[in-house]
């Protein structure tokens, strides 16, 4: 069993809170443009016993084209991140390993926050740096931050045109239907008018 759902990254942290359950995959979708750096952070509330090296829950990053791009074993709370290689929508999917640990419930919460902040990792990166001034800091992330808008723009526009492409073939195909719908139509009446005039005229009727 597998639970699909959606995530949208825009310019804010989106943080959920869930339950994970024995022998159900759990897959968020994460639809985003070409070279776009994802951040996430992860937290197993109710992680199994220290001894039990090989529980926990399996989470896979995949692409577009469903190629593994990370997969680790979470135990506890972390951190990940990965860069979209490809326009389209990226999977994040979480499989616990066992129910040994569950208790009764069977049940284990989890924590999972996503970001497409990329200046949380340059600003660590500048923050090093003791020649660069914190008005340049502000200015880098800025920038950062505008460059992630302007792509989330464009790849929104490149949605929105291939779904106007969409529309206007399935209109066209509707159009040509109809028009083949009334040809029919026509062409079947005057085939039945031509057929009752014979008929009445073998019949000397008319």
């Not at 943080?15 to 937290?43: M, R, S, W």
Request: charged share 20%; hydrophobic share 40%; with cysteine.
């Amino acid at each position: 069993m597998v639970g699909l759902f959606y995530i949208f990254l825009l310019s804010s942290v989106s943080a959920l809170h869930f339950y994970l359950t024995e022998g159900y995959e759990k897959c968020f979708i994460l639809d985003v443009p070409d070279q776009t750096v994802v951040l996430g952070e992860y937290n197993l509330l109710d992680p199994p016993p220290e001894d039990a090296p090989d529980q926990g829950v399996n989470l896979k990053i995949t692409d577009p084209n469903g190629v593994i791009i990370h997969q680790r074993l979470v135990r506890s709370a972390g951190k990940f991140s990965f860069t979209s290689q490809t326009s389209g929508q990226n999977r994040i999917c979480l499989l616990p390993t066992s129910s040994s640990w569950f208790g009764t419930s069977k049940k284990i919460r989890f924590d999972l926050g996503m970001d497409n902040t990329r200046e949380k990792i340059h600003h660590e990166h500048l923050a090093s740096k003791e020649q660069v001034t914190h008005l340049g800091e502000i200015v880098t992330a800025v920038n950062e931050r505008l460059s992630e808008i302007v792509k989330g723009q464009n790849y929104a526009r490149e949605k929105e045109a291939l779904f106007k492409d969409e529309s206007e073939q399935v209109n066209s195909r509707i159009l040509w239907f109809t028009i083949f719908q009334t040809v029919v139509i026509l062409v079947s009446g005057v085939w039945q008018i031509w057929s009752l005039r014979r008929f009445f005229i073998s019949r000397k009727l008319v």
